[in-house]
């Protein structure tokens, strides 16, 4: 079953897949995969090699690119999913690459329900790196994943056991907003505030500082960079202007 399904994802155009069983899987953050879905057994990961857009010095080029390859990865997994109920019998259900999670106020940077990262290194696609991203054996770090659950009984793939971070700490004196500086841990908020510039605290403090502005100031407010830059992001999604942690790793892999 498991060499059926690979065939038919590589034909979609992914780089690699692994399986995990869902007993195998453990995100110490994330709630577990039976709140989700009671009768899952097994998590189908998909591996999509990050192109070289995130090298661009325009973050439109870089954050477009991106894009894309979110575009890519939904629908291949989409297509996934429909082969695992119509050709292999089984209840599958797609998990979002990011959004849409659960936020509320009291918590605004909440986690996703399922760690697309752990996951991986549960279905043998890598390690994880001193960036806290995962390094594909071959591929490297610059990597996206994506996650089917179904209720198919699939055996996990063996770990990778090898460490394939060279712990040369470039991604911690690269990252503009000191976000990995405490080992095995991303300072969620800090990065959000440099790789997000144009989300949420952004859209809040806008209407924020307009509220107590006479009409004149807010007409000048509407027509600065700050407010069409956040009605860009506000259709685009979460835009990033920050890939840092992906293009200053020097593990590339051997497809590079």
């Not at 992914?14 to 953050?29: E, H």
């Not at 998909?46 to 995130?54: A, D, L, P, R």
């Not at 956040?230 to 992906?246: L, M, N, P, V």
Request: net charge neutral; hydrophobic share 40%.
């Amino acid at each position: 079953m498991k060499d059926k399904i690979r065939k038919f994802a590589f034909d979609q155009g992914i780089d690699d897949i692994g399986f995990a069983a869902v007993s195998d899987y453990n995100s110490p953050q994330s709630p577990k995969i039976e709140t989700l879905y009671p009768e899952a057994k097994s998590i189908v990961v998909t591996c999509f090699k990050e192109m070289s857009h995130i090298d661009s010095p325009s973050p439109q080029i870089a954050m477009n690119g991106r894009l894309d390859l979110q575009e890519f990865t939904r629908m291949t997994n989409y297509k996934i999913a429909r082969f695992l109920e119509k050709e292999c019998g089984a209840r599958a259900m797609s998990v979002p690459l990011s959004y849409p999670m659960e936020l509320s106020p009291q918590n605004p940077r909440s986690v996703a329900d399922v760690s697309l990262r752990h996951a991986a290194v549960a279905a043998g696609l890598g390690v994880f790196g001193r960036h806290n991203l995962v390094i594909h054996p071959r591929l490297g770090a610059r990597v996206l994943f994506m996650a089917v659950l179904t209720d198919l009984e699939l055996p996990s793939d063996p770990k990778v056991t090898e460490d394939l971070c060279t712990r040369c700490n470039i991604c911690v004196e690269s990252c503009p907003a000191s976000a990995l500086d405490t080992e095995g841990q991303t300072d969620v908020g800090k990065c959000l505030m440099v790789s997000q510039p144009y989300g949420l605290p952004k859209i809040i403090g806008f209407w924020m500082k307009w509220m107590g502005k006479s009409p004149e100031e807010r007409k000048k407010m509407l027509f600065s960079k700050d407010f069409f830059m956040t009605y860009q992001a506000s259709f685009i999604g979460f835009q990033y202007f920050c890939f840092k942690c992906f293009n200053s790793c020097p593990v590339r892999g051997n497809d590079s």
